[in-house]
């Protein structure tokens, strides 16, 4: 079939063919991407509903600890852990159902759980009216305490099964994932197909131009034949006419003049078209080979599984450059293993495996793969003649099967990443007659080049990963278990405090009071780790609320005011209310941390609070008149676990998280922290939150 289109209208044409294609990859891509976008945010859902059904089992057992502190000590202060541990867990409830309120299971199972919770507070709220009344046989009655541990066994059953159902949503979204990226393979190569019988029919027109261009050739060799006929008739024609022979004489050098130059102008057009001919052929092989390191390089980075993607790029370079690909890797232990093996046949594969099972390679061998990754250096084999097979071959088995192959040429590149060699790139032209030519060296060594970048950014990610889930498991894990015993000494020091166990001296009551503001200290030091290995996973929740501010400040002034006033430090408020949409208790923090920090670094003079409306959003500053900050360490104080002072003898102690876990919490209120200081003159931290009116409803997902 011809195409019918020509000149300009035809270029056209086959220029838009590539931009179609374009847009229709890029609308397959996007309508993926929603829904794997739709996926991934059930998946962060299921994690909020396990993250924070844990907290509520966490925040239960801390009512337990503080009801069995009172219980033995009888002082109200140890009620506190109760008391707010209740009403956390109507938050994380009240959390839980709007992440699963279209989910009427889940909702059921909810409903269970806050059952069995007022159930169990209320055998807690029994126990300790009875201890209040000194009624202490009835709150060690066996059967009260057996009734209480089983309301918390079912209360843990009753989680346990809630959080089973969102694992199982887990997977089933996995599920949905891998099926998402099926179909945009299969979606990508439908079009690559397209995009293959489009150059076909590309090929196919240039084809016919050339045929066309042949018959104007043919055509102007037939006029030179006719112009050396009438030369002829003319010659005839002089001897009879003697007397027009100088003029025909002319005349006839004329047209031999004429037709050698008419013969020029063919060789001429004829070297033109073979040029044409060898540049089109140039070109086609250079668009192909970007074409296959653009298409390489979109397969490696679409996953960190590099096995998979280096199976496809493998597919590809047997598709465009050579009958069979193999990829060889250098294992952890310094083995060499074939991880990858490619033909465009399957059974051939499946041949070739079955191959190599019975005569496997010997990678020490003064020469092949093995060589090629200890010493970084290609081998190129651009003829293989019968001799070097019988040289490789194991037996005359072996021998025949290598031949069967054909094998014509060969190239083994190594892949070479940082200055390591992670593998090789074995490359092998064999019964389809496919050379390996110059052209493709360079671009079989960019290819492998590309393919080692994308495994060792693999393997780094994933080094990378581990560590820091290490690092904020060994945070969370450690934190946890300090805060038992750290509850316990608590709660023994106010025994001891109250006289319970004898007399107390003064002096034992300054050294007891000592013990008390130690231990309050690292159990602030304790939720601080806490929320710090929290945000660094990404598991922090929001919870928004209507919140006035003026209270909010209100409150964290009065938790500093103590230390500030034995420092003797004055603190002011010329800060303003603002109704805001917002997380009270993250608000809460950052501004507590913000005046710990102003009162830790100050040996004199205010601190100052402020706040100032702008547009959507509001900006609150704590002023101090402390030691200052230094201009190169101005956002260094933001790094976890670095402080002002780094010697060993500061006197500012803490673990260097405050401002931190504070800029990390604005961020995810939708704001930030900046700071603005001197060296020796003081510093100003300002808080900028989102107002958040136009919020809509509460989200309990992390931005």
Request: include cysteine; glycine fraction near 6%; hydrophobic fraction near 45%.
């Amino acid at each position: 079939m011809a195409l019918s289109l020509t000149g300009k209208i035809q270029r056209r044409a086959l220029a838009i063919v590539p931009a179609v294609l374009v847009l229709v990859v890029g609308a397959l891509a996007y309508q993926q991407a929603r829904h794997v976008i739709a996926d991934v945010k059930e998946v962060e859902r299921s994690h909020a509903i396990i993250e924070r059904s844990d907290e509520l089992l966490t925040r239960a057992v801390d009512a337990e600890t503080g009801q069995r502190a009172y219980l033995l000590a009888g002082q109200e202060a140890l009620l506190d852990p109760y008391r707010g541990a209740l009403s956390d867990i109507r938050l994380a409830l009240d959390s839980l159902r709007n992440l699963r309120r279209r989910e009427p299971t889940q909702l059921a199972r909810l409903d269970t759980i806050n059952r069995l919770v007022n159930e169990r507070f209320a055998l807690l709220d029994a126990a300790i009216a009875m201890r209040r009344n000194n009624d202490m046989a009835h709150v060690q009655d066996p059967r009260r305490l057996l009734a209480g541990k089983g309301k918390m066994d079912e209360l843990r059953g009753a989680i346990a099964s809630l959080q089973r159902q969102e694992r199982q949503v887990l997977e089933q979204r996995h599920a949905i994932e891998r099926r998402s990226l099926s179909n945009a393979t299969a979606a990508v190569g439908f079009t690559a197909v397209i995009a293959l019988v489009i150059s076909a029919l590309i090929n196919f027109a240039f084809a016919t131009a050339i045929r066309e261009r042949d018959v104007a050739n043919r055509d102007l060799q037939r006029v030179n034949e006719d112009l050396e006929r009438q030369s002829n008739d003319l010659e005839l024609q002089a001897v009879e006419m003697e007397s027009q022979a100088a003029e025909l004489e002319v005349t006839a050098e004329d047209l031999r003049a004429t037709n050698e130059e008419l013969n020029r102008a063919t060789r001429a057009a004829e070297h033109a078209r073979d040029t044409a001919i060898g540049v089109q052929r140039q070109l086609e092989h250079v668009l192909r080979g970007a074409k296959l390191l653009s298409d390489a390089s979109r397969a490696l980075s679409s996953s960190l599984d590099y096995e998979t993607t280096l199976e496809i790029v493998a597919q590809l370079a047997v598709r465009e450059m050579a009958d069979w690909c193999a990829v060889d890797l250098v294992e952890a232990d310094g083995q060499i293993r074939q991880a990858i093996v490619a033909h465009r046949d399957p059974e051939k594969v499946k041949w070739a495996k079955e191959l190599r099972k019975r005569y496997p390679p010997d990678y020490d061998e003064p020469g092949g793969v093995g060589q090629v990754i200890r010493t970084g250096r290609a081998e190129i084999h651009r003829d293989i003649p019968d001799e070097v097979l019988a040289a490789a071959a194991k037996d005359a088995d072996h021998l025949a099967i290598l031949r069967k192959l054909q094998i014509k040429s060969a190239q083994i590149i190594p892949m070479i990443a940082r200055g390591r060699t992670l593998g090789a790139l074995t490359l092998v032209s064999g019964e389809q007659g496919r050379n390996l030519i110059a052209a493709d060296e360079s671009l079989a060594m960019e290819l492998a080049t590309r393919a080692a970048i994308a495994i060792d950014n693999a393997q780094l990610y994933r080094a990378a990963l581990t560590a820091s889930e290490s690092k904020s498991a060994f945070l969370a894990s450690m934190s946890h278990e300090l805060r038992t015993p750290l509850n316990a000494i608590i709660g023994y020091q106010s025994l001891l405090r109250d006289g319970l166990s004898g007399p107390v001296t003064d002096g034992q009551l300054s050294q007891l009071s000592r013990i008390r503001a130690s231990a309050d200290h690292l159990l602030s030091l304790i939720d601080e780790v806490l929320t710090f290995s929290r945000v660094d996973v990404g598991k922090e929740l929001v919870q928004r609320e209507q919140v006035n501010l003026r209270p909010v400040i209100n409150e964290a002034i009065s938790m500093v005011a103590p230390v500030a006033a034995a420092r003797g430090l004055k603190l002011r408020d010329e800060s303003t209310d603002a109704e805001m949409y917002t997380d009270s208790f993250k608000l809460r923090q950052i501004l507590l941390n913000l005046l710990s920090n102003a009162v830790k670094f100050s040996d004199t003079g205010e601190i100052v609070v402020r706040s100032n409306l702008d547009h959507d959003s509001v900006e609150i500053s704590v002023a101090d008149s402390g030691i200052g900050i230094a201009e190169q360490n101005l956002e260094r104080v933001f790094d976890p676990f670095w402080q002002v002072e780094q010697r060993s003898t500061r006197r500012a102690g803490g673990t260097g998280l405050g401002l931190s876990v504070s800029r990390s919490l604005a961020r995810l209120l939708g704001g930030d922290i900046v700071v603005d200081s001197q060296l020796g003159k003081g510093s100003t931290f300002t808080a900028i939150i989102p107002l958040g009116l136009n919020g809509g409803e509460a989200s309990d997902l992390p931005r």
